[in-house]
């Protein structure tokens, strides 16, 4: 059951089947590389050093495996990997037993723990990244791994349950991360947008301003990286960038990546040689200089305007002479702009 896989640079043991669920004995699922590849091109990117780092969820371990081989040796002071399943905690001591001669820095504390993710946190003084990649909801954790954020540090949320924020299941949504969310095209950008703000106000009770500084929405599941800072000033700043789009909501109505970040990264990530999504960054890269909530999904405006599809690059060509103008990650048919929409059917009605 358990197999030799590749990622990236690292050779770990963990099961290969064809349908990846949570009854897998060990959890390693080959679509999360892009996830893994992200954190470490983000660790990479910012100037934060001497990190102490908590993969709160590790599974195989096969995340903090590669940031140990793959991260600069002054960014980490100490790395927690932690799985509340035995055998995970097996497998995550044969992994790093397999991969050692590869650690870039043989100094950095490795403790490996086999607690329960909240009461790991409970019993700790704190950590400057900290990893959140559950099955389904992060809600379990928000509270605690929030009060457990150094100042400048960095918390990663994943949410898989992309059925109650981006829409499905309406109620969920509401019961979970007490917001409406949206059901037609921008499904995905507001159940982001309601996750970062949920994360908020968990932090926001503790004085702590969560700041996403890069996110995205791919395949099942949503992804934030949030800069956390202190003081009741920053957070009340934040709070006032929530509200309601397109009658969904309370979101956060913020960036949604930093510019400058989502450069670095795109950066890197071209500089590196191990398969990533790079035209994926690079959208990312691109709407990330567009500070507007929503986009203009091309596809649903022909078809209540009774349009034809139009070819994209003519079209765009038009509009970037008088206005901002990316593609969106979201959507292959969407498109970020300050243009408005009675004025870019005018567009579309032109031949
Ligand atoms: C989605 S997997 C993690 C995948 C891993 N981060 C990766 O990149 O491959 C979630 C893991 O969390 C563990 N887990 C779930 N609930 C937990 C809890 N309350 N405390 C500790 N571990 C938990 C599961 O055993 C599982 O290995």
């Known amino acids: 059951m358990f197999h030799k896989i590749t990622e990236a640079t690292v050779t770990i043991e963990a099961p290969k089947e064809e349908k990846i669920s949570a009854d897998l004995p060990v959890f390693y699922n ?11 091109l983000l660790l990479k990117a910012i100037d934060n050093t001497g990190m102490q780092i908590c993969d709160l969820l590790a599974g195989s371990g096969i995340r903090s495996i590669r940031f140990l ?43 490996v723990t086999n607690k329960e993710a909240n009461t790991l946190l409970h019993g700790s003084t704190g950590f400057d990244y900290i990893d959140i990649d559950p099955f389904g909801t992060p809600n379990p954790f928000l509270d605690i791994a929030t009060r457990r954020m150094s100042r400048n540090g960095i918390l990663a949320v994943t949410a898989t349950d992309t059925s109650a924020l981006a829409g499905t299941f309406p109620k969920a949504c509401r019961r979970k991360y007490w917001a409406t969310p949206d059901r037609g095209p921008l499904k995905h950008e507001s159940g982001l947008r309601i996750l970062i703000r949920k994360v908020q106000l968990i932090a926001a009770q503790y004085d702590k301003a969560l700041t996403p ?19 009741k000033t920053k957070v009340d700043e934040l709070l006032k960038q929530h509200g309601e789009h397109n009658n969904a909501g309370p979101m956060w109505l913020g960036q949604l990546c930093d510019p400058k970040l989502a450069d670095k990264i795109d950066k890197l990530a071209h500089g590196l040689d191990y398969g990533t999504d790079l035209k994926f960054l690079d959208t990312i890269q691109e709407e990330s200089k567009i500070n507007i909530v929503g986009f203009h999904d091309l596809h649903a405006l022909c078809k209540k305007n009774k349009l034809e599809v139009p070819r994209f690059e003519p079209l765009f060509k038009k509009i970037m002479k008088k206005h901002k103008l990316a593609r969106t990650h979201f959507s292959d048919y969407g ?7 009675k004025e870019l059917v005018k567009f579309l009605k032109e031949k």
């Open 30 to 40: 080959p679509v999360m590389k892009f996830n893994r590849d992200v954190s470490i």
């Open 213 to 231: 500084i890069y996110s995205y929405s791919k395949e099942h599941y949503i992804r934030v990286f949030f800069r956390c800072t202190k003081g």
């Open 335 to 341: 498109i970020r702009s300050d243009i408005s929409e």
């Open 69 to 111: 081989t793959e991260l600069d040796p002054k960014k980490i002071r100490s790395i927690t990997i932690n799985d509340y399943d035995k055998q995970s905690v097996d497998i995550i001591n044969k992994n790093i037993k397999a991969n050692k001669g590869k650690f870039t820095d043989r100094t950095a504390d490795i403790i």
